[in-house]
C-alpha cells in the first residue's frame, strides 16, 4: 500500500471541502468554507460559481500542504451536489451568470408545459426522471433563453454541473483561463434529463424536447477512472483527477450498498435514499427515481432513488428563522425534553414536496397547536417528520419491488442520536450509521482510489476503508406508530389540497 494520500473535494449546497485521506479511509485533514447563498427572488436560488471554484481552491491547498505537498497525493476525486448548473465562455473560462442552485424553482412552468403535452411517460422511460425543476437540463435551458450571451457565444458556451465547472478549472489553471477539460460522469449525467440509462453518449432527442445544444455539453466518462490532470501551477505538480461521482451515489458508495437491495439514506440539507439495483434498469411506477450509481468500463450499476428536499435545512430555518433553537444539536436536547409531540404534526415543504409526491406547489404546514405545545414540541415534530417522510418513501419502494430489510443512515443531521431512533422506531427496521457520518466524501475517495490504481474494485476498497458501524433497533409500540402516521397522513392530506 502506498504511502501517498486522496484528496477528495466535497461541494455541498452551502459549504465547500477538501478532505485529505490516507488509503485505509482515515481521514488526516479535511478544510472548509462556507459559501453564500444568493435568493434574487422568490423560488430562486444561486451561487457565485467564481466563489465556489476560489474558495474550493484554497481548501485544497491547504489539505495538500498539510500533506507535504503535492508529490504525495495519489489521486483526487470530487463529489457535489449534481443538480446545480454553471454556464461560462470556453475562450475565457468566465461564467456568465450565477449558478443556478439544485432547489431552485424557475423552472417549474417550463416543466408543467412539457408535462401537459404528455411527454412525462417518455422521458422517465428513458432518463429515470421526471419533469421537475430539480434537474438540470430545465436551468440550462433558463440561461439560453434568459442570458443573451448564453445564445450567442454559439460553439463556445460550455454548460455543466459543479464537478465539469472544478475539472476544467483544475485543468485549465484557475479563474479566467480556458482550454480546459470538459467532463461530467456518468452519476452527475443522470440527473439531467439529457442522459438515457440505457445507451451511449447524450441524447438528441432528449436535448431537442429541452431545448439545450449537443456542442454545450461536457464529454461523459466513468465514476472513477483516470480522466486529467490538474494543471502544475495550481499545487506545484500535476495530479491524477481519478474520481468523479455525485453526492448521493457517493454516500451509496461510502456505505458499502454495493449489492442489489443495500439501501441508505443521507440526511443533508435535504434526505436522499437510494437502493441498489445492480445492473437492472430500474422502471418505477410509483414516481421514485432511476439513477446511475456508478460506471466503470462504460459498465453501469443502477440505483432506486427518492429525493426529500427539506431536511437539515428544517432545523436550520428552525434556528435561524423562527430562532426556536441555539445550535443545531440543540435539537436533540429538545425533543427529549417532552414525553411526545404534544399533537403537534410539521409537514416541512418548504420548497416545495418531492418524492414520492412531487408536489413543488406544496408548502409548509404546522397543525395540532394548542397552548400546551411549547418550542420543544414544534422541534420534536420537526424532527418526527424525518421519519414520516421515509416510511412514505419505503412503501413506495417496497410497491416498486425494491423493500428495505434495514437502511444505513448517514449525513450531518445523522449524528443526533435520537432521530436515528425514531426512524427505526417508525419504518419498523433497523437502523445502522457509521462512526464517522460523512460517507459522500469517502465514497468520492473510494473512486478515486480505484481510478488511480489503488485497489481493484470498490468492494475492495469498501472492505478497507468504511468505518464501524452503530445500530439502532425498533422498540416502538405498534399502536403508537400507528398514531404517529395516521396524524401524518392527515397533515399531508391537507398540504396537499
Request: glycine fraction near 12%; include cysteine.
Amino acid at each position: 500500500m502506498t504511502d501517498r494520500y486522496i484528496v477528495v473535494l466535497d461541494e455541498g449546497t452551502t459549504s465547500t471541502r477538501a478532505i485529505l485521506y490516507a488509503p485505509d479511509g482515515t481521514v488526516i485533514a479535511t478544510k472548509g468554507r462556507e459559501l453564500d447563498q444568493h435568493y434574487p427572488e422568490p423560488g430562486r436560488v444561486e451561487h457565485d460559481a467564481v466563489q465556489i471554484w476560489q474558495r474550493t481552491l484554497a481548501c485544497a491547498r491547504a489539505v495538500i500542504e498539510r500533506a507535504g505537498g503535492a508529490d504525495r497525493i495519489a489521486a483526487i476525486g470530487i463529489t457535489n451536489q449534481r443538480e446545480t448548473v454553471v454556464a461560462w465562455d470556453r475562450r475565457t473560462g468566465q461564467p456568465i451568470h450565477r449558478a443556478i442552485v439544485w432547489q431552485d424553482r424557475r423552472t417549474a412552468d417550463f416543466c408543467e408545459t412539457l408535462r401537459g403535452a404528455g411527454h412525462e411517460t417518455e422521458v422517465q422511460r428513458r432518463t429515470g426522471l421526471l419533469l421537475d425543476p430539480y434537474f438540470s437540463g430545465t436551468k440550462m435551458r433558463w440561461l439560453l433563453d434568459n442570458v443573451p450571451e448564453a445564445r450567442a457565444l454559439g460553439d463556445n458556451l460550455a454548460l455543466g454541473t459543479i464537478e465539469s465547472w472544478l475539472v476544467w478549472n483544475l485543468t485549465s489553471g484557475g479563474e479566467g483561463q480556458g482550454g480546459g477539460l470538459h467532463i461530467s460522469d456518468a452519476s452527475n449525467a443522470s440527473r439531467t434529463l439529457l442522459f438515457p440509462l440505457v445507451g451511449n453518449g447524450w441524447d438528441a432527442g432528449l436535448a431537442d424536447l429541452i431545448g439545450v445544444p449537443l456542442s454545450a455539453l461536457p464529454e461523459v466518462t466513468d465514476t472513477h477512472g483516470q480522466f486529467g490532470y490538474t494543471h502544475p501551477d495550481l499545487f506545484g505538480a500535476a495530479i491524477p483527477i481519478c474520481g468523479l461521482v455525485g453526492d448521493q451515489q457517493s454516500a451509496t458508495i461510502g456505505q458499502g450498498c454495493l449489492s442489489p437491495g443495500e439501501t441508505k439514506a443521507t440526511f443533508g440539507t435535504g434526505a436522499f435514499i437510494l437502493t441498489n439495483m445492480g445492473q437492472n434498469v430500474p422502471a418505477s411506477s410509483n414516481r421514485l427515481l432511476g439513477t446511475i450509481l456508478h460506471q466503470s468500463g462504460g459498465e453501469r450499476h443502477f440505483a432506486l432513488e427518492g429525493s426529500v428536499f427539506v431536511a437539515g435545512s428544517l432545523i436550520q430555518w428552525l434556528r435561524d428563522g423562527l430562532g426556536l433553537l441555539q445550535s443545531s444539536a440543540e435539537s436533540e436536547q429538545l425533543a427529549r425534553s417532552v414525553a411526545d409531540n404534544g399533537g403537534v404534526t410539521l409537514v416541512p415543504a418548504l420548497t416545495g414536496l418531492g418524492a414520492p409526491h412531487w408536489r413543488p406547489d406544496a408548502r409548509g404546514s404546522i397543525s395540532g397547536l394548542t397552548l400546551g405545545a411549547g418550542k420543544a414540541h414544534i422541534v420534536r415534530a420537526a424532527l418526527e417528520s424525518m421519519a414520516h417522510q421515509c416510511h412514505d418513501l419505503m412503501q413506495a419502494f417496497a410497491a416498486d419491488g425494491a423493500g428495505w430489510d434495514r437502511l444505513r443512515i448517514d449525513g450531518g443531521m445523522s449524528a443526533n442520536n435520537w432521530m436515528a431512533q425514531d426512524l427505526a422506531d417508525v419504518l419498523k427496521l433497523p437502523v445502522e450509521r457509521p462512526t464517522d457520518v460523512e460517507t459522500t466524501a469517502l465514497g468520492a475517495a473510494m473512486c478515486a482510489a480505484v481510478g488511480v490504481g489503488l485497489y481493484p474494485s470498490l468492494a475492495e476498497a469498501s472492505a478497507c476503508m468504511r468505518p464501524e458501524t452503530d445500530g439502532f433497533a425498533p422498540a416502538m409500540a405498534d399502536a403508537a406508530r400507528d398514531v404517529r402516521l395516521a396524524a401524518w397522513r392527515l397533515a399531508l392530506t391537507k398540504v396537499m389540497a
